[in-house]
């Protein structure tokens, strides 16, 4: 978490809490360490995270979300952003949060345009989205299936007053989604799978620095492989392949043939 071991882009700590002291714990803790911004998560949709009343479980609660936000406003300087889903029974619940946000003065508030009960599960609500942008003066981004250049510009079109918008799942399944997003272009590198292996081995290599052993390595490039194989031509026989990938050895000769057949199809 050190600024100086994240000097190439960015970084902006994020906290999943219900409790004011928690909070304030926090930004007094990444304020030390040098960082001027705090994101407070009140989109996560995962029941066990949401039942506790944290996550997108808080939303409900207008009161506990002003509390901590003038306890954290009042007794830090910490600037605060927010990531939200819409609710998490309802796309309504938002709109009854919007009065206590638009008191404090955030960075931003980027919505995920649907309710934590979806978890990642059917359509994203277009229409609930469009009322969250009349119904708050903050600063919006949107997140939410933007998988493709298409996805993005049918979006952008939508929601023509908006000039950010958050990307998620969608770049781990393709981490060329943004530049090719700021190019406006439809067509991949012609290394592009040279490119994908350097950037997949700089994180594998990393991982077999810090962590201990064969099994949290696996795991941990599992839940890449869960996304990266949606940018293959077979993404079931490719994620398969990496799952029963049972030892460091087996695992590195599942993606040289993962990618030498991507390269075979494309040639």
């Known amino acids: ?20 002291e928690e909070f304030l714990f926090v930004a007094k803790y990444v304020q ?45 300087d910490i600037l605060v952003s927010m990531k939200m ?7 309504e619940e938002i709109l009854d949060v919007f009065p206590i946000l638009d008191q404090y003065p955030l960075k931003n508030v980027a919505i995920h345009a649907r309710i934590g009960k979806q978890l990642y599960k059917g359509p994203v609500d ?7 942008i009349t119904s708050t003066k903050h600063k919006l ?11 993005f510009k049918s979006i952008q079109t939508r929601f023509p007053s908006l000039d950010h918008f958050m990307i998620g799942r969608g770049l781990i ?20 799978w040279d490119i994908f292996e ?20 696996k795991m941990k490039m599992l839940g890449f492989w869960e996304f990266f194989s949606q940018s293959f031509s077979n993404q079931q026989k490719t994620y398969k392949a990496i799952k ?24």
Not at 126 to 132: P, W
Not at 175 to 192: A, G, N, S
Request: glycine share 6%; aromatic share 10%; net charge negative.
């Open 32 to 76: 030390s360490l040098g960082y001027k911004e705090l994101n407070w998560n009140l989109g996560c949709p995962y029941p066990m995270v949401a039942k506790s009343g944290m996550g997108s479980g808080l939303i409900c609660n207008p009161e506990k979300i002003d509390n901590i936000l003038e306890r954290a406003h009042k007794e830090t």
């Open 173 to 192: 399944a393709d981490p060329f989604l943004p530049q090719m997003i700021k190019d406006d272009t439809t067509e991949y590198p012609k290394d592009r």
């Open 198 to 217: 350097e950037f997949h081995n700089t994180i594998y290599s990393q991982y077999d620095e810090y962590l201990s052993g064969p099994t949290p390595i």
């Open 244 to 267: 029963k990938a049972t030892n460091p050895f087996k695992y590195k000769q599942a993606v040289s043939m993962i990618l030498a057949n991507e390269r075979k199809l494309k040639s």
């Open 141 to 151: 981004y949107y997140n939410g299936d933007i998988t493709s250049v298409e996805a």
């Open 126 to 132: 277009l229409e609930a989205f469009e009322r969250c």
């Open 85 to 91: 889903r819409m609710g998490y029974d309802h796309a």
């Open 1 to 20: 978490m050190l600024l100086e071991n994240n000097n190439t882009l960015e970084v902006i700590p994020q906290i999943i809490t219900n409790d004011a």
